[in-house]
């Protein structure tokens, strides 16, 4: 299968990514997309400009240059929190594509209609045209059809508002509403952008026609609205409505087909980690779509590789979402908050060390452009396991002292701080 024809549908950050890194696999790759239809302004941590020059997306990644101080107004208290750096959307995906056409990436503008990835294996286009391959990623962000079994966090709505004021110092700023949160930010040619995010079932919100006088009126309530962006505050804005609720998709891959990015996995945009999600799923997803080419003996162990992975990011982040949610405590016991800090259940993010539960199994791993399966130690915090911290695998380490060995015997002299540091995190007496 080393000529088999990959066919990609989406054109954001997880499908360019994914396409890149297959193309340096050598796979011929076929990316068909619509191109982003409404503005909008997002804001990305240095993670994500790391993640872009990992995936060799360096002109997207000139896109994000814009830093800005974040402002967060969040349980009565205010903040000066981390920086974050400001991205156009429509810029940057535009970017994202011209990196494609750079790496002589096939690029198609279509609108997918219908996808039958059966024995016919065929995409059909709005306007008719036909595609075909011998696998198909499924990038198309929230927009992709979900399959089966997936998991929903609670309902919830974002309207996004953009204007124009004069240029400033750039800016960005979050805070919570009695029924959700705001967040905005300004840029540098004086792109105004509002964002409010509140709970689809419970928000009584008004017709399309009359959508951005209810938004103006909400940014009139906010004082944060008016120091931010001054007279210009209440301008009339353009005013795009989407879906924001957290889904995990239900079966993330087959043998000849692979979810990554929002199609798999689209979280709160209140972590603003939403593009590092997208990357993180698309930078492993050619190495399974590698391995589910070539080595279709190690078929199973290699969507178990993507399943576990996505299952244990999405359930991670809930979390931790969960819990910033429930730092709010001024409004507790609005519907919109009662419901978010409630999902997706009431387990830690971390599970608390126990050495006597810690183990060695057998799990899946990367390893030189395939999916394999060797031992890892499994701990009640990494339920998917360890296998090397920093070059030294851990497997026979762990295995030799539950024998009765001293690290001594098991560790070389430098090494030992390390592993005894990570053994102590683990409960190790
Ligand atoms: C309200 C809101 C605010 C957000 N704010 C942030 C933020 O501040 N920071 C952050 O990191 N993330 C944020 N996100 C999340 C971020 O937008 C996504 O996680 C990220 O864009 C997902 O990348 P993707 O490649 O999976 O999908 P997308 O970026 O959605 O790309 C999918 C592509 O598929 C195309 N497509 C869709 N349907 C079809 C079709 N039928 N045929 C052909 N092409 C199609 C689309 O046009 C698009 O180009 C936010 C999300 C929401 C909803």
């Not at 971390?350 to 031992?375: C, K, N, S, Y």
Request: charged share 25%; aromatic share 8%; proline share 4%.
């Amino acid at each position: 299968m080393a000529d088999a024809r990959i066919l990609i549908l989406g054109a954001g950050p997880a499908g360019a990514a994914t396409a890149l890194g297959l193309r340096r696999l050598g796979y011929a790759v076929t990316l068909v997309s619509d191109w982003r239809r409404f503005a909008a302004v997002e804001g990305v941590s240095q993670r994500v400009l790391d993640g872009l020059r990992h995936g060799g997306l360096g002109g997207a990644l000139a896109q994000a240059t814009t830093a800005a101080m974040r402002e967060v107004h969040w349980n009565g208290d205010r903040l000066r929190l981390n920086e974050e750096f400001l991205i156009d959307r429509q810029r940057f995906d535009q970017a994202l594509r011209d990196d494609l056409r750079r790496a002589g990436i096939e690029l198609i503008e279509g609108r997918v209609r219908e996808v039958r990835w059966d024995a016919a294996r065929q995409v059909q286009l709005d306007d008719d045209r036909v595609l075909t391959g011998d696998f198909l990623v499924e990038a198309r962000g929230r927009q992709a059809p979900l399959s089966e079994g997936r998991l929903r966090g609670p309902e919830t709505v974002s309207l996004l508002n953009l204007w124009q004021g004069p240029p400033g110092t750039p800016a960005s700023a979050v805070e919570s509403l009695a029924d959700g949160w705001a967040w905005m930010a300004r840029l540098a040619d004086g792109r105004c952008y509002w964002q409010v995010t509140l709970d689809a079932a419970s928000a009584e919100l008004p017709g399309k026609a009359r959508l951005a006088d209810y938004c103006a009126a909400r940014r009139r309530d906010s004082s944060l609205v008016a120091a931010m962006f001054g007279e210009q505050a209440f301008a009339p804005a353009q005013v795009y409505a989407r879906s924001s609720t957290a889904i995990l998709a239900g079966v993330c891959a087959g043998q000849d087909w692979l979810r990554v990015g929002d199609a798999v996995m689209a979280v709160d945009p209140l972590s603003g980690n939403g593009i590092f999600q997208s990357l993180s799923s698309a930078l492993q997803a050619p190495v399974v779509i590698n391995t589910l080419l070539r080595r279709p003996d190690r078929a199973a162990l290699a969507q178990r590789f993507h399943q576990t992975r996505i299952e244990q990011l999405f359930l991670r982040f809930a979390r931790i979402g969960r819990d910033f949610y429930a730092q709010e405590q001024v409004r507790a016991t609005g519907t919109f908050w009662a419901a978010r800090r409630a999902w997706p259940d009431a387990l830690p993010i971390h599970a608390p060390a126990d050495w006597q539960a810690v183990t060695v199994e057998r799990r899946p791993v990367l390893r030189d452009g395939f999916v394999e399966e060797v031992e890892v130690v499994v701990t009640p915090d990494q339920p998917l396991g360890v296998w090397h911290l920093q070059g030294i695998e851990l497997a026979p380490v762990v295995r030799g002292l539950q024998a009765g060995q001293a690290l001594e015997q098991l560790v070389g002299g430098e090494d030992q701080v390390m592993v005894r540091r990570w053994l102590r995190e683990q409960g190790h007496a």
